[in-house]
Each structure stands twice: as C-alpha cells, then as structure tokens.
C-alpha cells in the first residue's frame, strides 16, 4: 500500500508539534510511524512499509520480536536503572560475552555509539600519556565516528566538522585504502588509529583486509591503540560477529552500539589488556549506560542470533540480495557500483539518490540516501529472501519509470 500524498489532521499536528518545538537537527522524511512488526512499519493510518533501514542499522531483530518483548516486560517490573555505584546481574555477564565474542578481555557499557567513541579515544589518551606529544589519532577521510566533539574531531568530512571548529587538536586523515598515504600519517607521536572496517555513513566502503593488517602493524611499531569503529558494521551486520575478524587483525579496541540492545541506547568498549585497564576508578563514567534493562535485552539479542543462527542467515540473504542488486545494475545503466557484504548493501548512482529514497517511500519502501548519490540498504537481520524480492520489485518499478532531474 502507497504511502500518502496528503497528510490527515493528526499527522499534521504531529508534524507541526516537532517543526514548532523541537531544535531542527533532520530534516525528517514525510513519514509518522506508529508501530512495527517484524520487517514492517506501520504509519497512523495503518498503511504498511517494508523496512529496508532498520532505524538506520539498530532494529537488526526488526519490530516487537516476541523474546525482546518478553525480557523488556519481565525485566521493567524489576529494575530498568540502578546506578553504576552497584552491582546488577546483567552487566557483568554482557562484558563477558562481548569480550569472548571480539577475543578482548574487558567492556565499558555506554549509551550511544558516540559515546562509546569518546570513551574509547579517552583510553588511547591514557594509555599514550607517559610519552611527550602522543595524542594524535589517525582516522580516514569520509569516515563518521559520532557527532560529540571528540568523535567529531576524529570524523573526516568537512561538512560535518568546519561549523564546530577548533575541534580536539591532533587528528589527521589519511586517504582511504591507501597503505602508503597511512604509513606517512602515522608516526611515534599517534596515540590512536580508528577505523570502520567497512564505513557506513560515508556510503558502504569497505577497507582492504591488506590495509587493516598495514595498520596493526603500523599500531604495534609505535606504540598506538588500534581501534575499530564497529558501530554501524558490527555484531552481525556482515555475517560475522565484527566486520574486521575476516581479516585475521587484532585491535586494542571495538566499539559497537546500534543492534546491540535491539532498539535500546547502548553501546559498548571493548578492549584487550594492558589498553583496558588505562581507564581506572574515577576516570571515565556514565549514569545510564549499562543499566539492567539495557543490558539484559543485549543478552537476549546475541541470544537469538546465537540460537536462530542469524550470522548464517545474514550471509545468506545477503548474497540474495547482493545478486538482486546486480541484476538491478544489469537493467539500469545508471547504476554505477554495488558496494558492501551481509546485509550492509549500497547502490551508487549517477545522480542524487534523495529524490528516490522518497519515491520508495511513498512506494512502501523505506532505504536511506547517503552521500549524494548514494542509496544505502541495512535491512533487519531476520529479513527473508520473500522480503528482499518484494522490495526489490518495488525498486525495479521505481528504476524503470524515474527520470532524474536534469543537473544543473
Ligand atoms: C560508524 C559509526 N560510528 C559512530 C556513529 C555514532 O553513533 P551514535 O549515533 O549512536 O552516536 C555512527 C552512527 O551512525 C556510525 O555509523
């Protein structure tokens, strides 16, 4: 069923409430979504969406799965905060599996992935501080680390940093994919190198497995924290636990946020020995981050993915969808390249994919428009290959009839 083209009274007033009262940070999509199920959106008026989108990566067990609802009901009743100054039987447990599932040996749990990045860059801060100078960090161009200031200083894309300028000193961008251009950024004075092994905002990139080893190596030689940014493309997203392990690395840190709680803010540090144990009592902190029900939600979603064997699933359909796209690209010349592994897909196009990403909308079909021209794909784990075909002829439909506007 098509989305609207007009708006009903109540959709309006909700619309009119945000654009009066809220500080405009998105330009929202034309859309007021009430509930979920599975890999479906549901709007006020009860027409349906397929969720190609996830809420950008986090819903990775779609809407309203009947386990995470179950824990959220029982584990409210008990306790949904209790403060970081007790102990709870959940964090624990969750710092455990995540330090076995990365090979790591100990977690922070945070709310956000930005966070997670700030406390993450604060440990490379610690751990650097006996030698003079060393704070650098080298990131790459086009990456996206988070919008604080930390992360922000450390994300590289102009049109993200240049209003908030002076940001945290120290950082550099070294070109993607290019060992050389690394190797010259990278010197005794680099406390942290951060990396997505396949970046997601920036419009699904993935770094040569090559390129992440040149950078242990270049983090061992000089004594720098290596770090993966594992937010958008971890726990799953590719058919691995983390998008880096195919490449045999072994990094100091992982951060990771969006699918982990299922919906929760949470995110989480984690990190090998002697690097973890930097961040001593007192120096780092957070009231909400790892709270029972968080963390009890995230036991339940690696749970699932254990038990449902998601990561084979992912692979799976992500190969389907993966041959879908190339077929899309056989009929449709204005398909550039097709990037991306698992479930984390894009289509580059030759011109501005927003208008597009809005026409899917109205069509039922909710993608994102990255950089420009790019269209982005992080459907929900549980997605089925019925699923994928079915948004995939919305697409075709779509790509048959769209005439971009002509740039000027
Ligand atoms: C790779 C990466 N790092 C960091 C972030 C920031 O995470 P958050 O929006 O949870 O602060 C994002 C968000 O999209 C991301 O994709």
Not at 231 to 237: D, F, P, S
Not at 354 to 379: C, K, Q, W, Y
Request: charged content about 25%; proline content about 5%.
């Amino acid at each position: 069923m098509a989305a609207p083209t007009s708006f009903t009274a109540r959709e309006v007033e909700i619309q009119e409430l945000e654009n009066n009262y809220l500080i405009p940070t998105y330009a929202r999509y034309p859309l007021v979504i009430d509930h979920g199920r599975g890999c479906w959106v549901y709007d006020l008026e009860g027409r349906r969406y397929l969720d190609f989108l996830s809420g950008l990566g986090v819903n990775a067990l779609g809407h309203a799965h009947p386990r995470i609802v179950k824990v959220i009901r029982e584990q409210a009743a008990r306790a949904i905060h209790v403060s970081n100054l007790y102990y709870h039987p959940y964090q624990g447990r969750l710092a455990h599996k995540l330090s076995r599932l990365a090979d790591m040996d100990r977690a922070f749990l945070c709310n956000s992935g930005t966070e997670a990045i700030e406390g993450a860059l604060k440990i490379a801060r610690l751990y650097s501080q006996e030698a003079k100078d060393k704070f650098h960090v080298v990131a790459l161009e086009n990456s996206f680390h988070g919008r604080t200031l930390g992360a922000l200083s450390a994300t590289g894309q102009a049109k993200y940093r240049t209003p908030f300028e002076p940001l945290v000193p120290g950082a550099a961008f070294a070109r993607f994919n290019d060992i050389e251009d690394l190797r010259a950024k990278v010197n005794e004075q680099t406390s942290a190198i951060l990396l997505e092994a396949i970046q997601g905002e920036g419009g699904i990139f993935e770094l040569d497995a090559d390129y992440l080893r040149a950078a242990e190596e270049l983090a061992r030689r000089c004594n720098a924290v290596l770090i993966f940014d594992e937010i958008q493309c971890g726990l799953g997203r590719t058919g691995e636990y983390f998008a880096f392990q195919r490449s045999g690395v072994k990094p100091d840190i992982v951060v990771t946020s969006k699918p982990l709680a299922a919906g929760l803010p949470l995110g989480a540090i984690i990190a090998r020995e002697p690097v973890a144990s930097a961040l001593t009592a007192g120096m780092h902190g957070t009231t909400f981050g790892g709270g029972p029900l968080a963390c009890r939600v995230a036991l339940e979603f690696l749970d699932i993915l254990e038990q449902e064997h998601l990561l084979e699933h992912v692979q799976r359909v992500g190969a389907h969808m993966r041959a879908c796209l190339e077929d899309l690209k056989d009929h449709f010349h204005f398909i550039k390249t097709i990037r991306g592994r698992g479930l984390m897909l894009a289509l580059d196009l030759e011109f501005p994919s927003r208008p597009l990403m809005l026409e899917a909308l109205h069509a039922g079909l909710l993608i994102n428009s990255t950089h420009d021209t790019v269209l982005r794909f992080l459907p929900p784990f549980i997605i089925r290959e019925e699923e994928v075909d079915r948004g995939i002829r919305i697409l075709r439909k779509l790509f048959a009839s769209y005439k971009p506007a002509p740039q000027v």
